[in-house]
């Protein structure tokens, strides 16, 4: 037989494969096996026949909702849309249904309202599913036998409404990650003494989960537990009150010694057994973390939080909360903002507002807030904000914040006081006269922190004595400082213009005083008794011309060398001088 010219494929028997005119039995079979993302984004736009089969409402007694997690780039479609219009295409006729990587409690009440008869259900890495949500589902589903929890947010409280409203169920699992993370990072399960290792602090022996399930489902037949915390005692619980128990998966449960009968009790009793140390092979998700994590999201959520609360307010607003939804909901809570720092590089050309990030984050905080740091920007209405906002403050550091005055803070020092630690770096407008002000306010003060640079003048810049626009009190700080703030205990003037006497006054009216930093203070001469007495009383004295290692700022400004007249050369702000000095409180 000649060979046909058609490039079109043929059967051995000549004839062309032409699935769409398959039965429709055998359509339904095949097609069947695809999971929902599948049918609905392509399968069902192939042909005409094939969208009429996918609108049968047996095509959707399953829903496999699976996915590969990957949400980085933005989905051409709305998986949880599809997953409520996979809903309701079954008429009420859905029985199995798996959930991957996404969906709310308002979901699973969606599926719920429509689908009573659910005989298996399982959700995987669905971290906005709350213990109400699957608590509240639970009390619709009573004809389930299958539930599949691996790898949620999920505590003892809704397994055990889960147990007590669906007393068909015959099949658990409840899936965790073994977190195996020590001091050293080492990844040896046993310390230098050859002494088994405690475990760490993210798997202390927790018995809830099992007494939950003991407590609440005695017609279980197939238990898995991959990465539990549980004990001895409540595995104990487990088989006394599952006795029908077949299978039981203990792997990475290593909080299990099975000391005494225990073990023999399971290998007698349980027809297929899993131990902690056996093979993890076949199990579809990563089985523990061995130091690190290369799946931050799936860290529990104490975790998360602790290290989440590490990154400044800017990281968290502009990147942070934007990698998931469950960092999202954590950057959320008003405990995370009990700090807010707004720390950065002080370019005036961001892409965003500082002042609108900050009162962002105050509000967030919900009048919580006790520690704020402010760094190249802020008006007094910013201030005015967090005062109205947090009463609570305990801390307050401002850097470079030149649109803050004396007049701005003088209206809302008083709102601040339980204020232990001031930081003012680099403020040019904030003098004595705030200094007195915090004093009279803050009864609680503790530290304190007034730093600027040290200005280097010509030689001969201040010979002139008879201009007193230029006539300077260089102890106005140290004087405001001995006079109002005597709990202080730490005090920082680096770059202050302070000489012997206003050290003096200090040293008397701060009694309390253990650490002290003068450094580049060159105005003092600590040579004589004064540096004695400093060194026997100050416990952590740092001196004038001790190293400035670890100092963040610049030091200082050299004006010698610039060909500029008197009165080019920029005044320090914090000697008062505008034009005209005025020592006035």
Not at 197 to 210: L, M
Not at 309 to 332: F, H
Request: charge should be negative; include cysteine; aromatic fraction near 8%.
């Amino acid at each position: 037989m000649a060979s046909s010219s058609s490039g079109t494929p043929r059967s051995q028997k000549g004839n062309f494969r032409n699935w769409t005119e398959l039965p429709d039995e055998i359509t339904s079979s095949i097609l069947s096996r695809l999971g929902a993302i599948e049918i609905l984004e392509s399968a069902q736009k192939v042909c005409m026949k094939w969208r009429t089969v996918f609108k049968d409402p047996l095509m959707w007694r399953t829903i496999d909702m699976r996915n590969d997690g990957d949400f980085d780039d933005e989905l051409p479609y709305d998986v949880e849309k599809m997953c409520r219009h996979a809903v309701d295409r079954s008429r009420g006729g859905l029985v199995d249904i798996n959930i991957e990587y996404f969906g709310t409690d308002d979901l699973l009440r969606y599926i719920a309202l429509r689908s009573s008869g659910i005989r298996r259900l399982r959700i995987a890495h669905c971290d906005e599913i709350t213990d109400e949500g699957l608590s509240k589902m639970a009390k619709r589903l009573s004809l389930l036998h299958d539930l599949d929890i691996s790898l949620c947010q999920l505590s003892c409280k809704s397994v055990q409404v889960v147990g007590r409203s669906c007393p068909r169920l015959t099949s658990f699992k409840w899936n965790k990650e073994w977190f195996r993370i020590w001091d050293d990072d080492s990844d040896d399960d046993y310390d230098s003494d050859g002494e088994p290792r405690p475990p760490a602090p993210y798997n202390k022996p927790d018995d809830s989960d099992a007494l939950a399930i003991a407590r609440t489902m005695p017609g279980l037949i197939h238990l898995q537990l991959f990465g539990n915390k549980m004990t001895d005692n409540g595995l104990r619980k487990i088989l006394d009150c599952c006795p029908h128990l077949k299978s039981l998966d203990l792997r990475h449960c290593f909080n299990l010694s099975l000391g005494g009968d225990l073990e023999l009790r399971c290998v007698e009793r349980i027809k297929k057994l899993w131990l902690p140390n056996d093979s993890t092979k076949g199990y579809e998700f990563a089985a523990r973390y061995d130091g690190f994590c290369h799946r931050w999201t799936e860290l529990p959520d104490d975790i998360t939080f602790s290290i989440l609360s590490r990154l400044g307010t800017v990281d968290i607003l502009e990147n942070a909360q934007k990698v998931c939804m469950k960092w999202r909901r954590i950057c959320k809570d008003p405990r995370m903002w009990h700090t807010v720092d707004m720390r950065n590089n002080g370019d005036p050309n961001l892409p965003y507002s500082l002042d609108r990030m900050c009162r962002h984050a105050v509000n967030l905080s919900a009048g919580n807030l006790v520690d704020i740091n402010i760094e190249s920007f802020g008006e007094f209405e910013l201030l005015q904000y967090i005062t109205n906002s947090s009463s609570k403050i305990r801390r307050l550091r401002m850097v470079c914040c030149y649109g803050i005055c004396d007049e701005g803070l003088s209206e809302v020092v008083s709102k601040f006081p339980m204020l232990e630690d001031i930081d003012f770096t680099l403020c040019k407008n904030i003098t004595h006269r705030s200094l007195k002000l915090i004093g009279r306010c803050c009864p609680l003060l503790k530290s304190l922190k007034v730093n600027n640079e040290w200005h280097k003048y010509p030689d001969d810049w201040f010979n002139d004595d008879s201009d007193d626009e230029f006539s300077l009190n260089r102890d106005e700080d140290a004087i405001a400082v001995a006079q109002t703030m005597p709990g202080l205990r730490h005090l920082q003037l680096f770059g202050n213009q302070i000489t012997n006497e206003g050290l003096k006054k200090i040293l008397d009216g701060c009694p309390h005083l253990e650490s002290l930093d003068l450094r580049h203070c060159f105005n003092l001469d600590l040579g004589g008794d004064l540096g004695r007495i400093c060194a026997e009383r100050i416990k952590k004295p740092l001196l004038p011309n001790d190293s400035i290692a670890g100092y963040e700022f610049s030091p200082s400004i050299d004006w010698r060398n610039q060909q500029l007249s008197r009165h080019e050369i920029p005044v320090p702000h914090w000697w008062d001088l505008h034009g005209n000095y005025d020592s006035s409180d």
